[in-house]
């Protein structure tokens, strides 16, 4: 059974960069699916980021296509969230997850979930 | 963008009954090609991740409960939760994948009444 861990630092300074990182077993990041990333804000509901297919092409979410960049390193099976220039608007719980494809290579529903982790953004 | 609005915002129903959640999204989500619902809902209890529970709008997830079920088509979409159990309490969100950027509903609070 495939599992997500999310890490990175908790807090970030605002106009820094935030670097989170999810770290995959049970599965080859390599052998399929779209892997992504949502985010909560606290007490709010759930913000779509971004996807990375196994394949490398990437999509964002165009409310923050300029700050964003997901990437893959099928080596560590992990993927990475960079997301530049926060603000007190991107504090919020950072969520994983691994995204059903059906045939033709759609990018589906989210089937599997990281437990989150929280970040801050603060000086 | 494609906004899913969720209807009630919360709800509180006895045990045993049956709960009701809406979804509604602002353009149609049925691919006629393939005469599916991109939808997908999600049960998030708290200090938890979400949970899938239902996908192509009435496919419910292996081990989800038959409590559950998913119906609509279009732009009008239904959660129903039979025989409401204690374990039931949680925040219930949809989610269209039809088209980027994928968008959820704001959520739905059920609780025990």
């Known amino acids: 059974q495939v599992q997500l861990q999310e890490s990175g630092p908790g807090l970030v300074k605002p106009w820094e960069t935030l670097s989170l990182t999810c770290s995959v077993s049970?599965?080859?990041?390599?052998?399929?699916?779209?892997w992504d990333w949502v985010r909560q804000p606290p007490g709010r509901g759930l913000e779509w980021i971004g996807s990375i297919y196994h394949s490398g092409s990437t999509y964002y979410n165009p409310s923050l296509n300029s700050r964003v960049t997901i990437s893959i390193e099928t080596s560590k099976n992990q993927f990475s969230l960079k997301l530049i220039s926060v603000t007190a608007a991107d504090a919020a719980l950072y969520y994983c997850a691994r995204v059903a494809v059906s045939s033709g290579g759609s990018h589906n529903w989210f089937d599997s979930w990281g437990q989150g982790t929280r970040v801050t953004v603060s000086s | 963008d494609i906004v899913m609005t969720q209807s009630p915002d919360s709800l509180a129903v006895s045990l045993g009954e049956r709960a009701t959640i809406n979804c509604k999204s602002s353009q149609s989500i049925l691919y006629r090609s393939n005469n599916k619902n991109y939808l997908g809902w999600y049960q998030q209890k708290p200090g938890q991740p979400p949970k899938l529970l239902i996908y192509w709008a009435s496919t419910r997830e292996s081990g989800v409960p038959d409590r559950f079920s998913g119906s609509g088509s279009g732009t009008d979409f239904t959660l129903t939760i039979s025989n409401l159990q204690a374990e039931d309490v949680a925040v219930y969100y949809c989610?269209?994948?039809?088209?980027?950027?994928?968008?959820f509903g704001q959520g739905t609070k059920l609780e025990i009444k």
């Open positions: 989610q269209q994948y039809y088209s980027t950027p994928y968008t």
């Open positions: 049970g599965y080859s990041i390599s052998s399929g699916y779209y």
